[in-house]
């Protein structure tokens, strides 16, 4: 059966610190590995990653897919209380939809 | 990328009725997908919604329960019939308009 794992579950941090958020994944037919950051209700998208070892980056957020190992890692360095919310990983078995296999997500806070 | 309007974004439902849930995409999008999350869990696909055949419904889920219309390229409707508190959830719909899913902003639903 696919699955996604995140870890950890929960995490809290102060401002400046740096994160380290891991994603493992069991998938058939793997395509992509996606992160979001939930904060209320809606993900919002933050990396799609195809081939291993190509950092992605954005601002103060990297992550980095292993397809040897099957995991990936998303990276948040000096962290701001805005950077308080729940980290999803998503991966795309290709089935030639979308559909899309979830962690349980991380519950990062950030204090000030 | 795609812009996703989704409404209500929330609402208390009495136990028994049935609630509709409408997601416009502004950009002709093949797939829609909709998602539940209950409290403290991750996201789980309800369904797939193509334009012009009948829904796809995951393990767990019945078209009874949770009738999906997909009237064309840019609209879907989700309603959650019958509803019972453990109907309480977020719901989101998804699109995929390039090579990543976007979400709607959510729904937050509440059964008493």
């Known amino acids: 059966e696919d699955k996604v794992v995140q870890s950890p579950l929960s995490l809290v941090v102060h401002e400046g610190d740096t994160v380290t958020l891991n994603c493992s994944y069991e998938?058939?037919?793997?395509?992509?590995l996606l992160w979001y950051k939930q904060e209320k209700k809606a993900p919002t998208f933050l990396f799609m990653l195809?081939?291993?070892?190509i950092e992605k980056k954005s601002g103060r957020l990297s992550s980095i897919l292993d397809k040897k190992e099957l995991f990936s890692i998303l990276n948040i360095t000096a962290t701001q209380t805005g950077d308080s919310a729940i980290y999803l990983c998503?991966?795309?078995?290709?089935?030639?939809?979308?559909?899309?296999?979830f962690g349980t997500g991380t519950r990062l806070k950030v204090l000030a | 990328s795609a812009v996703i309007s989704q409404k209500p974004s929330r609402d208390i439902c009495q136990r028994g009725t049935s609630l509709t849930i409408q997601c416009q995409v502004d950009?002709?999008?093949?797939?829609m997908f909709w998602y539940r999350q209950q409290p403290g869990q991750s996201l789980t696909l309800i369904a797939t919604?193509?334009?012009?055949?009948?829904?796809?419904?995951e393990s767990g889920f019945v078209i009874d329960k949770f009738p999906i219309s997909r009237p064309n390229l840019t609209f879907s409707t989700l309603t959650v019939s019958n509803m019972s508190p453990e109907d309480s959830s977020i719901y989101l719909c998804?699109?995929?308009?390039?090579?990543?899913?976007?979400f709607g902003q959510g729904t937050r639903l509440t059964v008493v």
């Open positions: 998804s699109a995929e308009p390039g090579t990543e899913a976007f």
């Open positions: 998938v058939t037919n793997f395509r992509s």
């Open positions: 195809t081939s291993s070892g």
């Open positions: 998503a991966a795309d078995p290709y089935s030639g939809t979308y559909k899309y296999i």
């Open positions: 950009s002709q999008v093949t797939m």
């Open positions: 919604a193509n334009q012009g055949s009948e829904a796809t419904y």
